[in-house]
């Protein structure tokens, strides 16, 4: 869809993994973008993704309100994408993605946005026993409240080339000779990154109904242990699977969340117990893709054309040898 008269969308966290979609997204729609970053002088890239004056990175920080206001004054749409997977410093789960998430929800309100969405997550829940989970779905209590014609956006583990996780799990194939299993039998349903972009973008055209959570996920659902059987299999590479126990992987997570970037920490072993797929009230009420009109794009199709980096020979592997079959 183009737009007829050129719209100014703000995005929160715009040069993030999904933001670099979503801005690369509307700007091919037509739209001038806003992409309201804590570090714009780390953000210039994104000016690439449309024409001279489209997209301007600018400063923004959703634990200061009077910089998020100015974000999105004059805009007519807003969409908030700021989530954080760790907890360092200032930037805690509830700073970040309950009072963040209200704090962009009463701007937009106060500056007469159009249009309102907000990404979540698949299994955001007062009630869960992650405190990240937690967060995401006091975050979206406070959208509503400020802004009860918000969309609210929950994708499932979100892939693409430049994602966190078979990137990471990829990295640890390479470099590791065992591959540590943990909730082998929780269930994911990953999504495109692609896709997830595609499905806010129509939201913001508002080609969707306005006050309603969507929950997007992708044409398979796998178990841990069979993502890990994927990723050993787009690798190329044979490593002994670890089951490791929830008893054994908290300590070693608590361990890692020294690190300045851990890869694993306590929260993320209590969501690696919890299935993140589409509800069934989801699927029965057609908020999932469907709505969208969206055919999801299968890990088949994208995999091979990032995964190909953790093989031993890099990219000399990329291709199938016709003498081997490998």
């Not at 470099?175 to 349903?189: A, C, D, E, L, Y």
């Not at 055209?205 to 996920?217: A, C, M």
């Not at 919890?274 to 009230?281: A, G």
């Given at each position: 869809m183009t737009v007829k008269t050129r719209k100014l969308a703000t995005i929160f966290g715009g040069s993030g993994f999904v933001g670099t979609q979503l801005t690369q997204e509307l700007a091919r729609r037509g739209y001038s973008v806003r992409v309201a970053v804590r570090r714009p002088d780390l953000a210039g890239d994104v000016r690439m993704f449309g024409f001279p004056g489209q997209i301007q990175p600018i400063q923004a920080n959703l634990r200061y309100p009077e910089s998020v206001a100015a974000a999105v004054r004059g805009a007519d749409v807003v969409i908030n994408l700021v989530g954080i997977l760790f907890e360092k410093g200032k930037q805690r789960f509830s700073a970040v993605q309950t009072q963040g998430a209200k704090t962009v929800a009463e701007a937009a309100r106060a500056a007469g946005v159009e249009r309102l969405v907000?990404?979540?997550?698949?299994?955001?829940?007062?009630?869960?026993p992650s405190a990240y989970a937690r967060a995401k779905a006091l975050g979206e209590a406070e959208v509503k409240k400020a802004f009860p014609s918000a969309i609210i956006i929950r994708p499932s583990l979100i892939f693409g080339q430049h994602d966190g996780f078979f990137n990471m799990?990829?990295?640890?194939?390479?470099?590791?000779?065992?591959?540590?299993?943990?909730?082998?039998?929780?269930?994911?349903?990953?999504i495109y990154v692609g896709d997830v972009a595609e499905a806010i973008a129509k939201a913001v055209?508002?080609?969707?109904?306005?006050?309603?959570?969507?929950?997007?996920?992708g044409p398979e659902i796998l178990t841990m242990d069979e993502i890990i059987d994927r990723v050993l299999e787009e690798t190329r590479r044979k490593r002994l699977k670890l089951p490791l126990p929830f008893a054994l992987a908290k300590p070693l997570a608590s361990v890692m969340s020294i690190l300045p970037k851990p890869m694993l920490t306590p929260d993320q072993v209590v969501q690696l117990g919890?299935?993140?797929?589409?509800?069934?009230?989801a699927k029965k009420q057609k908020r999932t893709l469907e709505a969208f009109a969206i055919a999801p794009t299968t890990l088949d199709a994208v995999l091979p054309t990032y995964m190909w980096r953790f093989r031993k020979h890099g990219e000399f592997d990329r291709h199938t040898n016709p003498l081997t079959g490998n």
């Open positions: 907000h990404m979540s997550a698949i299994g955001a829940d007062p009630q869960s799990f990829g990295t640890l194939a390479r470099m590791s000779p065992v591959m540590p299993v943990i909730g082998g039998k929780t269930r994911f349903q990953p055209d508002g080609e969707v109904s306005p006050g309603k959570t969507y929950e997007l996920g919890i299935d993140n797929v589409v509800s069934e009230e």
